[in-house]
């Protein structure tokens, strides 16, 4: 098991800029593939960006991507969200997870979850 804690959540006007940050303990960070979700205000969560277990390959959402960047520091056992050009409609609580498996968007692949942290974007 892993405990994930995030951090950089804020409130920003419309086509700011907020990076994320998601620190990693416990078990190997290396070892996981990790997710960022999403729950936005009435509706169910959702798949933002996931990462593999060496940051050499990435996945994002249709509606994120070219504005959304997911890393990882293995070093420094933090997994990285940075949001440019932000709209009203990213609006929601950010999740980190980490998944044993492959790269995937699938949110039942991950199985250790963070409490994660407001994202408020205004018009």
């Known amino acids: 098991q892993v405990h994930l804690v995030e951090s950089g959540g804020g409130l920003v006007q419309a086509g700011g800029s907020l990076r994320l940050s998601c620190a990693a303990s416990?078990?190997?960070?290396?070892?996981?593939?990790m997710g960022w979700f999403r729950r936005a205000p009435g509706k169910d969560r959702e798949f933002v960006a996931a990462i593999n277990r060496s940051g050499a390959a990435t996945h994002y959402a249709d509606s994120v991507k070219g504005r959304f960047s997911i890393s990882r520091d293995n070093a420094k056992n933090t997994l990285y969200l940075q949001m440019n050009s932000l709209k009203p409609g990213d609006t929601a609580v950010y999740y980190c997870a980490a998944s044993n498996g492959p790269l995937s968007d699938y949110i039942d692949e991950y199985i250790d979850w963070g409490q994660g942290t407001q994202v408020t974007v205004s018009s």
């Open positions: 416990g078990r190997t960070f290396s070892t996981y593939t």
